[in-house]
T-cell receptor, first 113, second 117 residues
Framework: DGGITQSPKYLFRKEGQNVTLSCEQN?????MYWYRQDPGQGLRLIYYSQIVNDFQKGDIAEGYSVSREKKESFPLTVTSAQKNPTAFYLC????????????FGPGTRLTVT | AQTVTQSQPEMSVQEAETVTLSCTYD???????LFWYKQPPSRQMILVIRQEAYKQQNATENRFSVNFQKAAKSFSLKISDSQLGDAAMYFC??????????????FGKGTHLIIQP
């Protein structure tokens, strides 16, 4: 089955630790995205990548980092510099040139205490 | 920057009735896309319907239809014959037509739709 996988579904970390969220897709999509969702809020764009080895900051990139070494993978690292890391994180992908059709993964709930 | 506003934090409708969710947006662009996404309790984001701004005809997908008023920058979603499975958060979203760019979507804060049996 083609789709987007995010693991794990729930993640717990201690404050001050970096944590990496996984996002893998087998849809052969060129573009990938990371969004953050807080309670009572819509999704906000963290980072996006159009092609391998290239990525761009979104609206709330501070405290986050990404890499795109493979087309299928776009991991997100939440660093200790992120002031409020507890949130629901969603990964998405799209075909190049058809970014209006974004497919979302199931999300990861990160809790930092 | 574009903004998307959903003024109804919560809506309730009787099963089998019709409900309309509101969305307004602000942009200086003339070409763009608008979307309605559904987020059920599983939190999986599901695309409900998409509208291209250059199309005057309102998009329809089965029981879901939109009322797109470009001049008023309004994009409402009408759900007909509401079903229990329609209960979810509904998000309105915007994306500029940048001709090949892959930047992301701008979302509203969502409307929680409750279906009364």
């Amino acid at each position: 089955d083609g789709g987007i996988t995010q693991s794990p579904k729930y993640l717990f970390r201690k404050e001050g630790q970096n944590v990496t969220l996984s996002c893998e897709q087998n849809l052969n999509h060129d573009a990938m995205y990371w969004y953050r969702q807080d309670p009572g809020q819509g999704l906000r764009l963290i980072y996006y990548s159009q092609i391998v080895n290239d990525f761009q900051k979104g609206d709330i990139a501070e405290g986050y980092s990404v890499s795109r070494e493979k087309k299928e993978s776009f991991p997100l690292t939440v660093t200790s510099a992120q002031k409020n890391p507890t949130a629901f994180y969603l990964c998405a992908s799209s075909i190049a040139g058809r970014a209006y059709e974004q497919y979302f993964g199931p999300g990861t709930r990160l809790t930092v205490t | 920057a574009q903004t998307v506003t959903q003024s109804q934090p919560e809506m309730s409708v009787q099963e089998a009735e019709t409900v309309t969710l509101s969305c307004t947006y602000d942009t200086s662009e003339s070409d763009y896309y608008l979307f309605w996404y559904k987020q059920p309790p599983s939190r999986q984001m599901i695309l409900v319907i998409r509208q291209e701004a250059y199309k005057q005809q309102n998009a329809t997908e089965n029981r879901f239809s939109v009322n797109f008023q470009k001049a008023a920058k309004s994009f409402s979603l009408k759900i007909s014959d509401s079903q229990l499975g329609d209960a979810a958060m509904y998000f309105c979203a915007y994306r500029s037509y940048s001709g090949g760019g892959a930047d992301g979507l701008t979302f509203g804060k969502g409307t929680h739709l409750i279906i009364q049996p």
